[in-house]
C-alpha cells in the first residue's frame, strides 16, 4: 500500500514568489493534516481536513497562506507571497480516524521550502 | 505554540543501553503519541496511550503516562544503532481536538 505522497520534495523559490505544495493521502482516510516543521522543532499544525471540510484552520496564516482538498482526497497548500520565514519542511499527513488524532497518522516525507 | 517538551533535548548512548526520555504536557489530554524521526524515513508513529491507561508496551519500546503530573516516558531497551532518531510526543488535547507535537528528543546511538 502506498504511504502518503508529497511533492515536490524540494523547492527553492525568490522571496514575494508564489509556491503549491501537493499532498495524496492514503486511500481512505478521511482525516488530512499539514503541518510546517522548523529545523531542531516538533511540527506544528497548520490545518486538519475532515474529508473536504477544513475543521481547523485556526494556525494557518490566512493572509499568505491557502489549502484545499477537493472532493476529500488530494490537497494542495499554496503560499503567495513566500517569506524568507517561509523556509521550512512543509508535511502532510493522513489518518483513518475521524475528530482529533486518536489515531495512527502516516506522515509523507515533506517538502523541504527554502526562500531565497 | 508547543505543547509538550521533551527531555533530554538531547541523548547519546551506547549500543545495547537502554534509552529513557520524557514528556511533560500542560493541559488534560485525551490521548499521547510517540513519534520517531529520522533522515530516511520522515515521521513515523511508535506508540498510542490513552489517557486511561498507564503503561503500553510495543516490542523494545515501554510507554508510561501519568496524568497526575502530566508527563509520559518512552523507554527503548537494548538500543541498536538504527534507534538514532529524533523522537517526539504528540498530545491531542481534551476538548479542542487539537494535536500538538512537543519539541523532541534527539538521540544517537553510538555502535
Known amino acids: 500500500e502506498a504511504g502518503v505522497v508529497q511533492s515536490p520534495r524540494y523547492k527553492i523559490i525568490e522571496k514575494k514568489q508564489p509556491v503549491a505544495f501537493w499532498c495524496n493521502p492514503i486511500?481512505?482516510?478521511?482525516?488530512l493534516y499539514w503541518y510546517l516543521q522548523n529545523l531542531g522543532q516538533g511540527p506544528e499544525l497548520l490545518i486538519r481536513?475532515?474529508?473536504?471540510?477544513?475543521?481547523?484552520d485556526s494556525q494557518l496564516p490566512k493572509d499568505r497562506f491557502s489549502a484545499e482538498r477537493l472532493k476529500g482526497v488530494d490537497s494542495t497548500l499554496k503560499i503567495q507571497p513566500a517569506e524568507l520565514g517561509d523556509s521550512a519542511v512543509y508535511l502532510c499527513?493522513?489518518?483513518?480516524?475521524?475528530?482529533?488524532?486518536?489515531?495512527?497518522?502516516?506522515f509523507g516525507q515533506g517538502t523541504r521550502l527554502t526562500v531565497v | 505554540s508547543q505543547q509538550g517538551e521533551e527531555d533530554p533535548q538531547a541523548l547519546s548512548i551506547q549500543e545495547g543501553e537502554n534509552a529513557t526520555m520524557n514528556c511533560s504536557y500542560k493541559?488534560?489530554?485525551?490521548?499521547l503519541q510517540w513519534y520517531r524521526q529520522n533522515s530516511g524515513r520522515g515521521l513515523v508513529h511508535l506508540i498510542l496511550?490513552?489517557?486511561?491507561?498507564r503503561e503500553k508496551h510495543s516490542g523494545r519500546l515501554r510507554v508510561t503516562l501519568d496524568t497526575s503530573k502530566k508527563s509520559s516516558s518512552l523507554l527503548i531497551t537494548a538500543s541498536r544503532a538504527a534507534d538514532t532518531a529524533s523522537y517526539f510526543c504528540?498530545?491531542?488535547?481534551?476538548?479542542?481536538?487539537?494535536?500538538?507535537f512537543g519539541t523532541g528528543t534527539k538521540l544517537q546511538v553510538i555502535p
Open positions: 496511550i490513552r489517557s486511561n491507561e
Open positions: 493541559t488534560s489530554i485525551n490521548n
Open positions: 486511500s481512505g482516510h478521511n482525516t
Open positions: 504528540a498530545t491531542d488535547l481534551r476538548g479542542y481536538q487539537k494535536v500538538t
Open positions: 481536513y475532515e474529508n473536504e471540510e477544513a475543521v481547523d
Open positions: 499527513a493522513s489518518s483513518a480516524g475521524q475528530g482529533a488524532l486518536n489515531t495512527e497518522a502516516f
